[in-house]
């Protein structure tokens, strides 16, 4: 156990290293110097940091289920694949649109990602809602 805390320390140390000086080259460059360099770096670095916090996330969530209810690791591999339907049907759905008021246009592909996004976060926000109301009247119901 003491490894793992030690590959996790020095794992951690090395992102928030490359991080800095991802950061440092970004202010000293100029972040639009070189084609936009400094921002394209930070925005693949922020997309390789979601992707690990991503795996970190799914993989501890494994390991700790299959430790405690093996069984369980279907229940979460359903949950998971029930996830990602739902992200690829909001991203079939997505219109994709072209953006108003906007002289250089994104590229189809970003404005269909975009639009998924906004469906995802509709459906979200519905979603907390409901279940704030549900919550709330179970609540009221069960006291009774």
């Known amino acids: 156990m003491k490894d793992i805390n030690k590959i996790f320390k020095w794992g951690m140390i090395a992102l928030i290293v ?29 997309y390789i940091m979601i992707g690990l916090a991503i795996v970190a ?18 229940k979460l591999g359903i949950g998971l694949a ?12 997505a219109p994709g649109k072209p953006a108003l008021n906007l002289l250089a246009q994104p590229s189809a592909n970003t404005l269909k990602l975009t639009d998924a996004i906004l469906l995802l976060t509709y459906l979200a ?9 549900f919550g709330e009247v179970y ?5 009774k």
């Open 57 to 74: 996330v799914v993989g501890a969530g494994l390991l700790v289920r299959f430790q405690v209810d093996p069984k369980g690791v279907v």
């Open 18 to 46: 490359v991080s800095v000086v991802l950061l440092v080259f970004g202010f000293t460059a100029g972040f639009e110097a070189k084609d936009n360099l400094p921002v394209n770096a930070l925005l693949i670095w922020a």
């Open 125 to 133: 926000g519905v979603l907390a809602i409901a279940a704030i109301l």
């Open 139 to 143: 609540g009221k119901i069960s006291k």
């Open 82 to 93: 029930v996830l990602v339907v739902i992200c690829a049907a909001a991203y079939f759905i």
